[in-house]
């Protein structure tokens, strides 16, 4: 039998947990706030505590601090009904050792006493004065397990690999972990290394000396340098062509580099996180990446699951988008009508959460007055979400040709749904080309090719 500590300003909170450990086998001790949980745990001495986070006067970050100085071998588990992450991964970072979202899930509270128990042992030494910079949404299990880890790596000095489809909030979690991190009082610099040219990637990365090329008329610094102190993401790694590979990973391997054009070394001084929308380990065994700088920046892997994989996560997303997009665009958009919610939760999603966004700011920007409704978001929402194309469309057209004795059917049909792809996207984009070719995965120059070739591809089935 354990003792659990159970600091809550809420009565009804505590005995609902008290009377679940209870007959759990353990012993209880309730606190009513702050103060008193800090006074109790130096009298009852716990083997696990339990943490509000919001209460009046003493808050629970305080508490956690308190109660880590007194005896840090004492696990705390923090219970927060922010649907925001934020105070998950901040209490993560302090050196909780776990987290707990209101309302309760009673039997998850209990296994997780159990498993702190048959595993007790000091949490990891973590700042105190951790402060979040930015916001990652969501109350599901896939959030969840994603927010323990960001706090746990984020005061580590190890490169982290962000891994998750393209909108998932991958720059999201990197600020996330830069704010928690030791080093969040120097800068966060973000290099999308799909948007530059392969040409101009090196000095964007190391920077140039004057005369180093035509037009270089004065010495510039890269993000390496403009990083120091502080934290270098590199977004779409996967990306990088095999030259711009071996000059990251030697620079990763021996913390300095030289400016283009330049003779001096320079010492690297930044924290390396990086993200992709590729499977590495698939494109280092087919010789598209590296594997020594696969394993170089992968010694930690943070992977975000799609919007699709976490829909009870939607609700939450559509009140925070709507209320900032109306707060932005100055409108009095205040809710959303329940079928229009239930129409945006059955949604895919292939653009994620920044389609989700995206499709939120126009449809508030569109309403005429305070509620939302269904017919009111744009086209790729409304469609449903069983596919891009018509297959019976394409089934009746194969077999037309197949009794036609046509062959090579499979090339036009992939053009053609190429070309309606890369069509859909610049018009989204407004003919934005580095945008079209950064929400598709693919170099600018790839897109213009591509966008070349859709005026001559049908595109009638699609």
């Known amino acids: 039998m354990a003792t659990v500590l159970i600091i809550d300003d809420e009565a009804a909170v505590r005995r609902v947990v008290r009377l679940a450990l209870e007959r759990d086998g353990h012993a209880v001790v309730e606190a009513v706030d702050g103060a008193q949980g800090v006074e109790r745990f130096a009298a009852a001495r716990p083997d696990v505590v339990l943490c509000d986070v919001v209460m009046p006067g003493l808050g629970g970050f305080d508490v956690l601090a308190r109660l880590r100085a007194a005896d840090p071998t004492v696990p705390v588990v923090v219970v927060t009904g922010e649907g925001s992450t934020e105070h998950a991964i901040r209490a993560m970072a302090c050196g909780a050792c ?273 509620t939302i409704l269904p017919d009111q978001f744009p086209p790729v929402v409304a469609r449903p979400a069983a596919g891009l194309f018509d297959a019976d469309a394409v089934r009746a057209h194969v077999g037309r040709a197949i009794a036609g004795g046509e062959g090579g059917l499979l090339h036009p049909l992939l053009d053609a749904f190429e070309a309606a792809v890369v069509a859909a996207a610049l018009d989204v984009c407004a003919g934005n080309v580095s945008l079209a070719a950064r929400h598709l995965g693919v170099h600018r120059v790839t897109l213009k090719t591509r966008a070349g070739r859709a005026g001559r591809a049908a595109v009638s089935l699609l």
Not at 105 to 119: C, E, F, Y
Not at 252 to 270: C, I, K, P, Y
């Open 98 to 370: 776990d987290y707990l979202l209101k309302p309760l899930d009673l039997p998850r509270a209990v296994r997780t006493v159990r498993r702190i128990l048959a595993s007790a042992g000091p949490p990891a030494p973590a700042d105190a004065a951790a402060t979040p910079a930015a916001t990652l949404l969501g109350k599901s299990d896939a959030m969840y397990e994603v927010s323990k880890l960001i706090g746990r790596v984020a005061g580590q000095p190890t490169t982290v690999l962000i891994l998750g489809e393209s909108g998932t909030g991958k720059e999201l979690v990197a600020r996330s972990i830069h704010a928690h991190g030791g080093r969040r009082a120097g800068p966060f610099v973000a290099l999308n290394c799909a948007a530059i040219p392969e040409s101009l990637l090196e000095s964007e990365l190391f920077g140039h000396e004057r005369g180093a090329f035509t037009g270089a008329d004065r010495q510039r610094l890269g993000k390496f340098e403009l990083a120091e102190g502080g934290t270098l993401f590199l977004d779409e790694v996967g990306d990088l062509a095999p030259a711009t590979q071996a000059k990251l990973l030697r620079v990763l391997q021996e913390q300095e580099f030289t400016r283009l054009g330049g003779s001096e070394t320079v010492r690297a001084d930044a924290r390396i996180l990086a993200a992709t929308h590729r499977d590495l380990r698939a494109e280092a065994a087919a010789g598209r990446f590296r594997e020594d700088l696969y394993y170089r920046l992968g010694v930690v892997s943070v992977r975000l699951p799609p919007l699709r994989d976490r829909r009870e996560d939607i609700p939450l997303l559509v009140t925070h988008f709507l209320r900032r997009s109306a707060r932005e665009l100055a409108l009095g958009v205040t809710g959303v009508h329940p079928d229009a919610l239930a129409r945006l939760c059955a949604q895919d999603w292939p653009g994620n959460v920044r389609e989700l966004a995206n499709a939120l700011r126009q449809a508030v920007l569109e309403c005429p007055g305070a």
